[in-house]
């Protein structure tokens, strides 16, 4: 098993910035990938970030340009910056861990962007 704790979501204006926080209980170089997750009302789960073991990162065309993420291995912890936020990137979001034994989510930390 492995438990993930999020954390930095709340309610910020249109162009503000947040930044969530994944700790995770297990050493992030024992997952394939970690990356962050949201779903909007009446709307299905969608990947918005991801980190590869290897470093690789990738991210949905919408957050290209305005959300980095980032690890920080001694802490085993995953960053989301999120800048230049917009009233649709309202969403929970969700951390990942893609790891040999399985998949495994957070509990879910809200982000409203306000316009």
């Known amino acids: 098993q492995v438990q993930l704790v999020e954390s930095g979501g709340g309610l910020v204006q249109a162009g503000g910035s947040l930044r969530l926080s994944c700790a995770a209980s297990r050493s992030i170089f024992n997952s394939f990938s970690m990356g962050w997750y949201r779903q909007a009302p009446g709307k299905q789960r969608e990947l918005v970030a991801r980190v590869t073991v290897g470093g690789t990162t990738n991210y949905t065309d919408s957050v290209k340009g305005r959300f980095t993420i980032s690890r920080d291995s001694a802490k085993n912890t995953v960053y989301l910056q999120m800048n230049s936020l917009k009233p649709e990137d309202t969403a929970v979001y969700f951390c990942?861990?893609?790891?040999?034994?399985?998949?495994?989510w957070g509990q879910g930390t809200q982000v409203t962007v306000s316009s």
């Open positions: 990942n861990y893609y790891g040999p034994r399985g998949t495994y």
